[in-house]
Every structure is written in structure tokens, then in C-alpha cells.
């Protein structure tokens, strides 16, 4: 996923600082429902078709605007955007938290949502991250139309990241053998996996295997197992309308009450209830 942000990233940093690619959600008006809105400053970057949007402007005003491919949208904190949804798309959520940095890829193709991909740049704040945010978000309220200056600062936020990724990925540890298992626990959680099968596939055997998350995991293989299924459950209840037997076994349950109870016990809530006071959140 590192790979692919970088990608992205270098993508729009390439550009250069675009005036008209740059737009700035800076109004009063209140926002309607499911619109989302951060006490945190994000950008949101549109990467493959067109995506319709939602944004406050001037005193009291919500405007319909078109974002193609390329451009970027800076919503600065307290404030919100309303994505439409209208056409397929693929854009990049970048919230910039306290000391973390939070990535969010969605993919929709136009009826419902194929990927919420996301990514977290842990303990990541730096000095000039840091003086970037507040002179954008000093000049993100008085941006009638965008200005030069301000279309510089975001870019450099984005050369900024671009650089931490980079960096990352090249002073990486390397890649373990628990490392390539839960990789592989990732991206096959929806089939009918077990200890015996995974072992079977990395050519060790289940008690290797069980001891190997026990020396180097905080969890065991099952509930690491469990864990990525209830992930994945998590996305799909926020962002699509499967009904919850069509999302269980979508998620590698064959028994929709053990799901719920699996569900409830890591939560404290049900599918639902999570459904309910997330609704939107995964997009």
C-alpha cells in the first residue's frame, strides 16, 4: 500500500503548483447530512475520473463542484465536503491528525464501492509538516478564488509526505516470514483459510506456525484471523448496503451469528449498531 501512495503522490507532485487545481472548502454554511467533517485539516486528491462534490463557499452558500483527474481539494479544519458519488472514481483521503497521517483510497465504480484501501503514517509530525498546515490553514479562509501562494503550500505538503513515504519504504526492516504470512492472511481472510492450510502454504507445519505468532505477534493465528475478517467487516458495513449474512460470508464466515458474536465481542456493539453510527465513515 506504501508503494501505491507513493505512486500517487509523485503523480500529483509532478504537476507542479497548478492555481485551478486547487480548491479550498472555506464556508460557513452547515453541512448537510453524511457530509464529512474533521476537526483536522484534509486533502483530498481525485486520481482516476471525475468525482462530484459537495463544498461550503462564502457566508452561507453549498456549491456543486466537478473535480477531475489531478485535481486537489483542501478542506481545512472544521470545516466539511459531500462527496456525490455520481461516477466512477478512484480518489485519496489525506488527514492529517495530531501525529499521524491517515491515508484512504476508495474506488467506486459507479454503483457501489469495489476498494476502501487504508494507510497510516504513524508518528510522522515533522517541523515543516508542521508550519505548512498552519500557514494553509491561515490563507485556507481567505481564498475567494485560489491564490499562487497557497497553491505552493499544498503542493509542498504533498512533496512533504512524498518525501516521508519514500523514505520509509527505503529504510524499511525487512521482510519477515510472519511478515509474508500475515500478508497472506490480508488477502485471502474471505476464503476458507485455517492454520493447517496457511502452514501448508509456506511449507511448515501448524505447531511452526502457531509458535511463530506466539515468539514474534502480540496475537495468536486465530484471532489475528478474526481480526482481519472483522476489519474488512467494518469497511463494507460503512460503505456498502450488504445485508449482514451477504457481508459475514463475504468476510470468510460461514455462520452469521458466530460473525455477530465475533463482531461484538471486539467491538462492544453489533454489526448494526456499528452500521448505524458509522454510516459513511469508511468512504
Given at each position: 500500500?506504501?508503494?501505491?501512495?507513493?505512486?500517487?503522490?509523485?503523480?500529483?507532485?509532478?504537476?507542479?503548483?497548478?492555481?485551478?487545481?486547487?480548491?479550498?472548502?472555506?464556508?460557513?454554511?452547515?453541512?448537510?447530512?453524511?457530509?464529512?467533517?474533521?476537526?483536522?485539516?484534509?486533502?483530498?486528491?481525485?486520481?482516476?475520473?471525475?468525482?462530484?462534490?459537495?463544498?461550503?463557499?462564502?457566508?452561507?452558500?453549498?456549491?456543486?463542484?466537478?473535480?477531475?483527474?489531478?485535481?486537489?481539494?483542501?478542506?481545512?479544519?472544521?470545516?466539511?465536503?459531500?462527496?456525490?458519488?455520481?461516477?466512477?472514481?478512484?480518489?485519496?483521503?489525506?488527514?492529517?491528525?495530531?501525529?499521524?497521517?491517515?491515508?484512504?483510497?476508495?474506488?467506486?465504480?459507479?454503483?457501489?464501492?469495489?476498494?476502501?484501501?487504508?494507510y497510516n503514517l504513524q508518528n510522522s509530525s515533522s517541523t515543516i509538516r508542521?508550519?505548512?498546515?498552519?500557514?494553509?490553514?491561515?490563507?485556507?479562509?481567505?481564498?475567494?478564488?485560489?491564490?499562487?501562494?497557497?497553491?505552493?503550500?499544498?503542493?509542498?505538503?504533498?512533496?512533504?509526505?512524498?518525501?516521508?513515504?519514500?523514505?520509509?519504504?527505503?529504510?524499511?526492516?525487512?521482510?519477515?516470514?510472519?511478515?509474508?504470512?500475515?500478508?497472506?492472511?490480508?488477502?485471502?481472510?474471505?476464503?476458507?483459510?485455517?492454520?493447517?492450510?496457511?502452514?501448508?502454504?509456506?511449507?511448515?507445519?501448524?505447531?511452526?506456525?502457531?509458535?511463530?505468532?506466539?515468539?514474534?505477534?502480540?496475537?495468536?493465528?486465530?484471532?489475528?484471523?478474526?481480526?482481519?475478517?472483522?476489519?474488512?467487516?467494518?469497511?463494507?458495513?460503512?460503505?456498502?448496503?450488504?445485508?449482514?449474512?451477504?457481508?459475514?460470508?463475504?468476510?470468510?464466515?460461514?455462520?452469521?451469528?458466530?460473525?455477530?458474536?465475533?463482531?461484538?465481542?471486539?467491538?462492544?456493539?453489533?454489526?448494526?449498531?456499528?452500521?448505524?453510527?458509522?454510516?459513511?465513515?469508511?468512504?
Open positions: 500500500m506504501g508503494t501505491f501512495i507513493q505512486s500517487i503522490l509523485s503523480e500529483f507532485s509532478g504537476q507542479g503548483a497548478i492555481n485551478d487545481s486547487v480548491l479550498v472548502a472555506n464556508g460557513n454554511a452547515n453541512p448537510p447530512a453524511m457530509a464529512y467533517y474533521l476537526h483536522v485539516p484534509r486533502i483530498e486528491l481525485t486520481v482516476k475520473g471525475a468525482l462530484s462534490m459537495l463544498l461550503p463557499k462564502g457566508a452561507d452558500r453549498i456549491v456543486k463542484y466537478e473535480r477531475p483527474v489531478g485535481t486537489i481539494t483542501y478542506i481545512p479544519a472544521n470545516s466539511w465536503n459531500s462527496p456525490q458519488w455520481e461516477s466512477p472514481v478512484i480518489c485519496m483521503s489525506i488527514v492529517f491528525w495530531k501525529q499521524d497521517v491517515g491515508f484512504s483510497i476508495s474506488n467506486w465504480d459507479g454503483t457501489q464501492f469495489k476498494e476502501v484501501e487504508k508542521d508550519r505548512l498546515l498552519d500557514l494553509a490553514e491561515s490563507l485556507a479562509w481567505s481564498q475567494d478564488t485560489t491564490g499562487e501562494t497557497f497553491a505552493h503550500v499544498v503542493y509542498a505538503l504533498i512533496n512533504d509526505l512524498l518525501y516521508q513515504i519514500t523514505d520509509g519504504l527505503i529504510n524499511q526492516r525487512p521482510f519477515t516470514l510472519l511478515d509474508e504470512i500475515k500478508s497472506h492472511i490480508d488477502s485471502h481472510y474471505h476464503t476458507d483459510i485455517s492454520r493447517e492450510s496457511v502452514a501448508e502454504t509456506f511449507n511448515i507445519s501448524p505447531g511452526y506456525l502457531s509458535r511463530l505468532f506466539s515468539r514474534e505477534s502480540d496475537v495468536k493465528f486465530n484471532e489475528y484471523l478474526k481480526l482481519a475478517r472483522i476489519t474488512r467487516s467494518k469497511a463494507l458495513l460503512t460503505s456498502t448496503n450488504l445485508k449482514i449474512n451477504e457481508l459475514s460470508e463475504q468476510c470468510g464466515f460461514t455462520d452469521t451469528n458466530y460473525f455477530c458474536k465475533v463482531f461484538r465481542d471486539i467491538n462492544d456493539c453489533t454489526p448494526l449498531e456499528y452500521r448505524r453510527k458509522n454510516k459513511g465513515a469508511g468512504l
